[in-house]
Structure formats: structure tokens, C-alpha cells
């Protein structure tokens, strides 16, 4: 059996939870009906892979996952990193963005607004590489400048400009007994490819309040401000009127646009940089008590387990969201079993009434 099964396993959970239905299969494919409530029209399927050994079974989940995450507009990150596991080997990631506005149309394209853009995408990696190490230490910095310090800039091609960036494979954190899981160079593209796809999808081209609830929980499991910031400066800085974006991890191929930058859509990038920056708060040495709210285990087999806690932090009542190993997780079960509060300490990022810990340095029943 193939390492992606457990990826096709829960994409199909959540179909099924869903409410669709499955419609048909053939020797290699399962193909499942939407729920009416969804209200669409025509004919339309979702494909999963019977047998992930097949050649090709690996873009079906991809495609399956991207009209997903369309359909339903909230994160699919872990997907997409579980996907990356097995299908990068010991391949470069290459991220690549295509500039179309009158001024590349010769292959060619002005010194300053590349500059802009590969010192978005430079500090951009970097943060992204403190995001997913959930550290902002000396240490995690080294790690982030080494990485993107043998980062290699690819030849361009004619007929527009295109930057294309390569990323070594790395190790950046080795998985330990504790349930920590490792984080590679891979992880850190995926990730950051969710984060400039969100910012296309959702900022530059959406029309939702920046304080929607599906927005601002996307927004805590995908960035920091610094981060956007990094994107915001890639995208503007290079004042080009369309920027396509793709990522190439061995056979994963995942793609995303600005579409036309016009000034209003400018304008609302700029805006969101704005109020992330205003509305999110790092916290240091937090310490909350209080009840579960919600268990979720996405992944059995791995480490990466939810939760959410009620707790009363600095007057006020805040929902508290921490990723727990294993043997955390079983803790957190009995305690909610029992009905009993939970502690947790580390670090995170507060957003109004909602606190992500991104450093969990102790959990206690």
C-alpha cells in the first residue's frame, strides 16, 4: 500500500461526512456526487484514486484537494503537506512566478521590481521557515538564512518574465520521541504556496470582510504579519499587471494568479496588511486553564492532533487552538472524558478572542 492512502482515507471521510455521495467506481477511480445543499448546477464529480500506486493517482488527490478548498473556502494545508511527504522524494521545490504586464513582453523586466519581488520571496521563506518551527529564535534564524542562502534564481524565458526560484531539499527539524514532527524544505513551499494562494484567492480577488470568521481562521493558520507583509512586498513591489504563480515539488504541480492587479485591488492588499498588522498580537509566555472545546485528530498515524479550549485570558474569554503529539492528545481525551480543564503554556499569536499557540511548551490535565 502506498504512503498516500491515508491523504485519500481522510479526503474521502470528509466527503462522506459531507454529505456526498459515492456515485460510481471503475478499476481506478471512485467518483462522488455532490450534496444539493451546495447548489450546484450541471454535472459534477470529484475523482479519488482507487489505487494510489498508479501512476498519476498523486494529481487526482491534488485536483481533488484544490476543488475542495474552492468549494468550501477554508484551509486544506495539512493535505497538501501530506500529499508533499511522498510525492517530493529528494527533489528541489520550484517556485515560479510568470509577469505579464507591457513591459516583459521582450523576456526582460526592470532591476528594481525584481529586486522587490526575489527580497519578498527571500524574507518570505525565511518567516515561513519560523512559522512552521513555530520559533523565532536565533537558532530557528540561522536555520531560515541557511536554507535560503542555497536557494538557487533559474533562467527566464521569452515572451514574459519569469523568475523562477529553486529550493533545496532539506531537513530543517528532525522528528523526535516527543511526537515532534520534522519539518523539511518541502513543507515550508507548501505551506508558503497556501499563503500567497490565500492572498490572491481571498485578499486580492475576494470580496469577504477582512473580519469574516472563515478569513481570520485561515489567516491564524497560515501567516504571520511579517510574513504577509513578505508576500504583499513580492506582488506590489514588482508593479507588473498579472503575476501567475506555480510550485513544483516532484510530481505535484499546484498554480495560482493575482489576476489583473487593478489600484482598487491593490488597495485591499494593502488594506488586510493593514489590519493584520493592527489585529495580531504575539503573545510570550501565555498560560491559560480551561475546558475543551474541541477534539479533532486529523491524521491517526501521525502526530497532529487538535485542540480548543475555553479559558479566561486577561479578563477576557478567549478560545485557546494548540497542535498536540500523541501522548498530549490522549491526556486531553481523558480530561475532556472526566470533564476536567486543561493547562496550557508556550507562545502563540492572539487575534481578538482567538489565541493560536505556536510554541506549546507544556500541556497538564
Request: charged share 25%; proline share 3%.
Amino acid at each position: 500500500m502506498s504512503n498516500l492512502d491515508p491523504t485519500i482515507a481522510q479526503l474521502e471521510t470528509f466527503l462522506r461526512e459531507s454529505g456526498w455521495v459515492s456515485a460510481r467506481e471503475t478499476s481506478s477511480l471512485r467518483f462522488f456526487i455532490p450534496p444539493d445543499n451546495l447548489g450546484i448546477r450541471g454535472k459534477y464529480r470529484i475523482a479519488l484514486p482507487t489505487d494510489s500506486s498508479r501512476s498519476g493517482s498523486d494529481t487526482l488527490v491534488l485536483q481533488a484537494i484544490d476543488s475542495l478548498r474552492e468549494l468550501y473556502g477554508f484551509h486544506f494545508e495539512d493535505l497538501y503537506e501530506s500529499l508533499v511527504k511522498v510525492s517530493h522524494g529528494s527533489v528541489p521545490a520550484v517556485l515560479t512566478a510568470r509577469f505579464i504586464d507591457s513591459c516583459t513582453r521582450d523576456g526582460s523586466m526592470p532591476l528594481v521590481a525584481i529586486t522587490a519581488f526575489l527580497e519578498g520571496i527571500e524574507r518570505g521563506l525565511q518567516n515561513e521557515v519560523k512559522f512552521k518551527l513555530a520559533a523565532d529564535t536565533a537558532s530557528a534564524r540561522l536555520t531560515a538564512q541557511a536554507l535560503t542562502k542555497d536557494c538557487k534564481f533559474l533562467q527566464t524565458s521569452i515572451g514574459s518574465f519569469v523568475a523562477r526560484v529553486e529550493v533545496p531539499p532539506k531537513v530543517l527539524r528532525e522528528a523526535d520521541l516527543f511526537g515532534t514532527d520534522a519539518v523539511e524544505s518541502a513543507h515550508v513551499c507548501s505551506s508558503f504556496f497556501s499563503a500567497i494562494q490565500f492572498v490572491n484567492d481571498e485578499v486580492i480577488q475576494g470580496e469577504r470582510a477582512f473580519d469574516s470568521e472563515l478569513l481570520l481562521n485561515q489567516a491564524v493558520a497560515l501567516f504571520t504579519p511579517e510574513l504577509l507583509e513578505c508576500i504583499s512586498h513580492a506582488i506590489l513591489k514588482a508593479e507588473v499587471e498579472t503575476v501567475d504563480f506555480s510550485m513544483t515539488i516532484g510530481r505535484q504541480v499546484r498554480t495560482s494568479t493575482t489576476g489583473v492587479i487593478t489600484n482598487q485591488r491593490a488597495d485591499r492588499l494593502n488594506a488586510y496588511v493593514d489590519f493584520i498588522r493592527e489585529h495580531f498580537y504575539g503573545e510570550k509566555d501565555l498560560e491559560v486553564v480551561g475546558s475543551i472545546v474541541e477534539l479533532r485528530s486529523r491524521d491517526p498515524q501521525g502526530s497532529k492532533n487538535y485542540i480548543r479550549v475555553l479559558a479566561d485570558y486577561r479578563g477576557d474569554r478567549s478560545l485557546v487552538s494548540a497542535t498536540l503529539n500523541n501522548e498530549q492528545y490522549q491526556r486531553a481525551v481523558d480530561a475532556h472524558k472526566h470533564k476536567r480543564s486543561v493547562r496550557l503554556r508556550g507562545n502563540g499569536i492572539r487575534l481578538k478572542t482567538h489565541i493560536r499557540v505556536t510554541e506549546l511548551l507544556d500541556f497538564s490535565a
